[in-house]
């Protein structure tokens, strides 16, 4: 049990994120960086430990993950789904209350292509009339 390693994968919009658990005290390494110094953000460092809370498990393991792509909110997300991945390999009660809590289930949203004719996605030019 001591050199048991976990890794798994999660993508949320362009950011992939590319995690391993080790069992330890609760240290969570983001690009070599504390999850702290990575994300300023108190809302994505809830989102990113709320697998481990529903699980009990945010002091038994700690978390190296590399991330790629995307903006703040989308690697968060993408880290969330990883972790949970992670855990789901460790026992089957933990993969029912990821399930429950649908920790599992990868956010398939994505940026919408830009259309030609106009601004944007959905976005017109003014219409004049004369």
Do not use: H
């Not at 690009?31 to 809830?46: S, V």
């Not at 991945?85 to 009660?93: F, P, Q």
């Amino acid at each position: 049990m001591e050199d048991t390693k976990y890794s798994a994968t999660g993508r949320r919009k362009e950011a992939v994120a590319t995690v391993s658990l080790i069992p330890g005290e609760g240290l969570i390494l983001v690009n070599k960086l504390r999850l702290e110094n990575y994300f300023r953000r108190e809302t994505d460092r809830i989102i990113i430990k709320q697998p481990l809370v529903a699980t009990n498990c945010l002091s038994k393991y700690n978390i190296i993950a590399n991330i790629k792509g995307g903006g703040y909110s989308g690697q968060a997300g993408a880290l969330r789904l990883a972790i949970a991945r992670a855990l789901r390999l460790i026992n089957e009660d933990i993969k029912k209350i990821l399930r429950k809590n649908s920790f599992l289930t990868r956010d398939p949203r994505k940026k919408e292509r830009k259309k030609y004719g106009q601004k944007g996605a959905r976005k017109r030019f003014q219409w004049t009339k004369r």
